[in-house]
C-alpha cells in the first residue's frame, strides 16, 4: 500500500514547529563545542596549569564530550526504544541540565563529570531526534525537517562564539558561558509538552502495542489522509514486527547500509571539524590574526555554518542526498589540501576566509545531511554502531590535533590529512551511495536490501520484519 503524497501535514506550522522543537535539545552540542574555544584560559588561570600540562589537560577536557557520547552505544537503543522518543527526550534534558550545573563549578573534576555527563545525554538525543523527526515526517518533508537538527546545532555553535569571550575574568562570566544551554533545556522542555505531546505513531503501535494512542500521534502531526494512510501501513505489518539486534546489523543484509554509514561517519568526523570546532581560536592565532579579528572571524565561522544549513533545508529534497555529498567532498578536499599548503609556505592572509568556505560547505554537505542519511537506511541498532564510531572518530580528532600542532607535522599537515579523509570519502561514495531524495522508507530500502525482500515493510521504522533479520 503506497501513501499518497498531497495534504501530508495537518499544517505548515505544526511540521516546522515539531522538527524545531525536537532538534532545539541539540542547540546544546554545538555550543558545547565552540564555547570551549574560549573558556580554556578560563581553565588555565582557574587551575593553574603551567605551559607542559596545558596540552594533555585541555584536550582531556574538551574530547571527554565525545566519551559521552561514545558511551550511549551500550545504553541509548534500550532508552530509545523502552522508554519512547518524548520520555527519552525528557529524561536526556534533565540530564543535560545536570552536567551544565556541573561545568559551572570550579572544580576541575566536576567540570570533566558535567561535560561526560552533557556528553551522555546529547549521544542518547542524536538516536532520538533524528529518528523521531523522521516518524512524524512525511517523506515528502524528510530532508527539510531532518535538516533541522544541523540548524539547532550550528546556531549553538554561532551562539558559542558570539557568547563567548577568552579575555573576560570575571568568575560569573565564564560560569554564566559554559552553562547557559540551561536556558534551552528548559525552553525544550516546555516544547515537548506544549507542542510535541505524543510519542511517535510508529513506536506506539508497534513497540507499546497501543493502536489507539497511535492513532491520537498520527492525528495530532498528519492530515486526516495521511494518518489513516499511515495507520493502515502500521496494521499490514504489525503481525510480523520484529527486533533488529546488533548482531543482525552487523550481517547481511544489513552489512552495506551499515558500511555506508560508517564511511559518511568517517567523512564527517575526519574531514576536521571537531578539531577546528574545539580549537578555532588556536588555529586563527597561528595565521598571525590579532584577538579582536579572531573574535571576529570565529563568529563569522559560526555564522557561515548556520547559512550553510539553512541551504540544506531548501536544498536537500531538490538536489539529493547523493548530489551534496559528493559535491561537497570535493570541495572541501580542495579547501582543506590549500589550507594546509598555504600554511606550509606562510601565506597566511587568505586562510581565515578559506575556512568560512570550508564551514560552509560542510554545513551545507556534509554535516546534517549526515543524521537524514543513517536516519533513513539503518534501523536503530544501526544508527547506534554508526554514531558511536562518528563519536569515537570526534573524539580522536579533538583530542589528536593539539599534539599534532606540536609535532613536526603542525598545524598544516593535520589540514592534509583530512583532505586524504575526504578524497578517500569521495572514492568510496562515488560507487556506493544511491540517491534517495523523495524516496519512500519502502523505496530505500529496496536500494539496498535483497529484492526477495523488497516487498517487506519499513526497515527503518520499529515496524520491521523477522525474515530480514534472518
Given at each position: 500500500?503506497?501513501?499518497?503524497?498531497?495534504?501530508?501535514?495537518?499544517?505548515?506550522?505544526?511540521?516546522?514547529?515539531?522538527?524545531?522543537?525536537?532538534?532545539?535539545?541539540?542547540?546544546?552540542?554545538?555550543?558545547?563545542?565552540?564555547?570551549?574555544?574560549?573558556?580554556?584560559?578560563?581553565?588555565?588561570?582557574?587551575?593553574?596549569?603551567?605551559?607542559?600540562?596545558?596540552?594533555?589537560?585541555?584536550?582531556?577536557?574538551?574530547?571527554?564530550?565525545?566519551?559521552?557520547?561514545?558511551?550511549?552505544?551500550?545504553?541509548?537503543?534500550?532508552?530509545?526504544?523502552?522508554?519512547?522518543?518524548?520520555?527519552?527526550?525528557?529524561?536526556?534534558?534533565?540530564?543535560?541540565?545536570?552536567?551544565?550545573?556541573?561545568?559551572?563549578?570550579?572544580?576541575?573534576?566536576?567540570?570533566?563529570?558535567?561535560?561526560?555527563?552533557?556528553?551522555?545525554?546529547?549521544?542518547?538525543?542524536?538516536?532520538?531526534?533524528?529518528?523521531?523527526?523522521?516518524?512524524?515526517?512525511?517523506?515528502?518533508?524528510?530532508?527539510?525537517?531532518?535538516?533541522?537538527?544541523?540548524?539547532?546545532?550550528?546556531?549553538?555553535?554561532?551562539?558559542?562564539?558570539?557568547?563567548?569571550?577568552?579575555?573576560?575574568?570575571?568568575?560569573?562570566?565564564?560560569?554564566?558561558?559554559?552553562?547557559?544551554?540551561?536556558?534551552?533545556?528548559?525552553?525544550?522542555?516546555?516544547?515537548?509538552?506544549?507542542?510535541?505531546?505524543?510519542?511517535?505513531?510508529?513506536?506506539?503501535?508497534?513497540?507499546?502495542?497501543?493502536?489507539?494512542?497511535?492513532?491520537?500521534?498520527?492525528?495530532?502531526?498528519?492530515?486526516?489522509?495521511?494518518?489513516?494512510?499511515?495507520?493502515?501501513?502500521?496494521?499490514?505489518?504489525?503481525?510480523?514486527?520484529?527486533d533488529i539486534s546488533y548482531s543482525s546489523v552487523i550481517k547481511k543484509p544489513f552489512l552495506k547500509p551499515l558500511i555506508l554509514g560508517l564511511v559518511l561517519a568517517t567523512c564527517q568526523q575526519l574531514s576536521g571539524i571537531s578539531a577546528i570546532n574545539y580549537y578555532a581560536i588556536q588555529i586563527f592565532d597561528?595565521?598571525?590574526?590579532?584577538?579582536?579579528?579572531?573574535?571576529?572571524?570565529?563568529?563569522?565561522?559560526?555564522?557561515?555554518?548556520?547559512?550553510?544549513?539553512?541551504?540544506?533545508?531548501?536544498?536537500?529534497?531538490?538536489?539529493?542526498?547523493?548530489?551534496?555529498?559528493?559535491?561537497?567532498?570535493?570541495?572541501?578536499?580542495?579547501?582543506?589540501?590549500?589550507?594546509?599548503?598555504?600554511?606550509?609556505?606562510?601565506?597566511?592572509?587568505?586562510?581565515?576566509?578559506?575556512?568560512?568556505?570550508?564551514?560552509?560547505?560542510?554545513?551545507?554537505?556534509?554535516?546534517?545531511?549526515?543524521?537524514?542519511?543513517?536516519?533513513?537506511?539503518?534501523?536503530?541498532?544501526?544508527?547506534?554502531?554508526?554514531?558511536?564510531?562518528?563519536?569515537?572518530?570526534?573524539?580522536?580528532?579533538?583530542?589528536?590535533?593539539?599534539?599534532?600542532?606540536?609535532?613536526?607535522?603542525?598545524?598544516?599537515?593535520?589540514?592534509?590529512?583530512?583532505?586524504?579523509?575526504?578524497?578517500?570519502?569521495?572514492?568510496?561514495?562515488?560507487?556506493?551511495?544511491?540517491?534517495?531524495?523523495?524516496?519512500?522508507?519502502?523505496?530505500?530500502?529496496?536500494?539496498?536490501?535483497?529484492?526477495?525482500?523488497?516487498?517487506?515493510?519499513?526497515?527503518?521504522?520499529?515496524?520491521?520484519?523477522?525474515?530480514?533479520?534472518?
Amino acid at each position: 500500500m503506497e501513501v499518497q503524497r498531497n495534504k501530508t501535514y495537518r499544517s505548515a506550522l505544526t511540521m516546522w514547529a515539531s522538527a524545531l522543537a525536537l532538534s532545539f535539545s541539540l542547540f546544546a552540542n554545538g555550543y558545547a563545542y565552540s564555547i570551549y574555544s574560549n573558556l580554556q584560559n578560563h581553565y588555565k588561570s582557574l587551575f593553574g596549569w603551567d605551559s607542559e600540562r596545558d596540552t594533555a589537560a585541555i584536550s582531556i577536557t574538551g574530547s571527554i564530550l565525545q566519551v559521552g557520547l561514545v558511551i550511549v552505544v551500550f545504553i541509548g537503543k534500550p532508552m530509545v526504544d523502552g522508554l519512547g522518543r518524548f520520555r527519552c527526550m525528557v529524561a536526556t534534558n534533565i540530564l543535560a541540565a545536570i552536567g551544565f550545573i556541573l561545568v559551572a563549578v570550579e572544580s576541575w573534576p566536576a567540570i570533566l563529570i558535567g561535560r561526560l555527563t552533557i556528553g551522555i545525554a546529547l549521544g542518547i538525543q542524536y538516536n532520538a531526534v533524528p529518528l523521531y523527526i523522521r516518524e512524524i515526517t512525511p517523506n515528502n518533508y524528510a530532508g527539510a525537517t531532518g535538516a533541522c537538527v544541523g540548524l539547532l546545532i550550528t546556531f549553538g555553535v554561532l551562539t558559542g562564539f558570539s557568547l563567548g569571550d577568552s579575555t573576560a575574568t570575571s568568575s560569573l562570566h565564564w560560569k554564566f558561558q559554559a552553562s547557559f544551554p540551561l536556558i534551552t533545556t528548559f525552553l525544550q522542555l516546555i516544547a515537548l509538552f506544549t507542542i510535541i505531546r505524543y510519542d511517535s505513531p510508529q513506536w506506539l503501535y508497534s513497540i507499546k502495542s497501543d493502536r489507539a494512542a497511535a492513532v491520537a500521534s498520527a492525528v495530532h502531526f498528519f492530515s486526516d489522509e495521511y494518518a489513516k494512510s499511515t495507520i493502515a501501513l502500521l496494521d499490514e505489518g504489525h503481525e510480523t514486527q520484529g527486533d533488529i539486534s546488533y548482531s543482525s546489523v552487523i550481517k547481511k543484509p544489513f552489512l552495506k547500509p551499515l558500511i555506508l554509514g560508517l564511511v559518511l561517519a568517517t567523512c564527517q568526523q575526519l574531514s576536521g571539524i571537531s578539531a577546528i570546532n574545539y580549537y578555532a581560536i588556536q588555529i586563527f592565532d597561528v595565521v598571525g590574526l590579532s584577538p579582536a579579528a579572531s573574535k571576529l572571524f570565529s563568529v563569522l565561522y559560526g555564522g557561515f555554518n548556520v547559512l550553510g544549513t539553512v541551504f540544506l533545508i531548501f536544498l536537500s529534497d531538490k538536489l539529493g542526498r547523493r548530489t551534496l555529498f559528493i559535491n561537497g567532498l570535493i570541495i572541501m578536499g580542495t579547501i582543506l589540501f590549500s589550507i594546509g599548503i598555504m600554511i606550509n609556505l606562510r601565506l597566511m592572509s587568505l586562510v581565515p576566509y578559506l575556512l568560512l568556505g570550508y564551514i560552509l560547505v560542510y554545513s551545507l554537505c556534509i554535516g546534517s545531511l549526515f543524521y537524514i542519511c543513517i536516519s533513513e537506511i539503518l534501523p536503530t541498532a544501526g544508527i547506534n554502531l554508526v554514531i558511536f564510531v562518528d563519536n569515537i572518530l570526534g573524539f580522536l580528532a579533538g583530542f589528536s590535533f593539539l599534539f599534532i600542532k606540536e609535532s613536526r607535522i603542525g598545524v598544516g599537515g593535520a589540514f592534509y590529512i583530512y583532505g586524504v579523509t575526504c578524497a578517500m570519502g569521495l572514492i568510496y561514495c562515488w560507487y556506493n551511495m544511491p540517491e534517495t531524495k523523495n524516496l519512500t522508507l519502502r523505496q530505500i530500502n529496496k536500494l539496498f536490501y535483497n529484492e526477495e525482500n523488497a516487498k517487506l515493510e519499513m526497515v527503518t521504522d520499529p515496524v520491521v520484519f523477522k525474515d530480514i533479520a534472518t
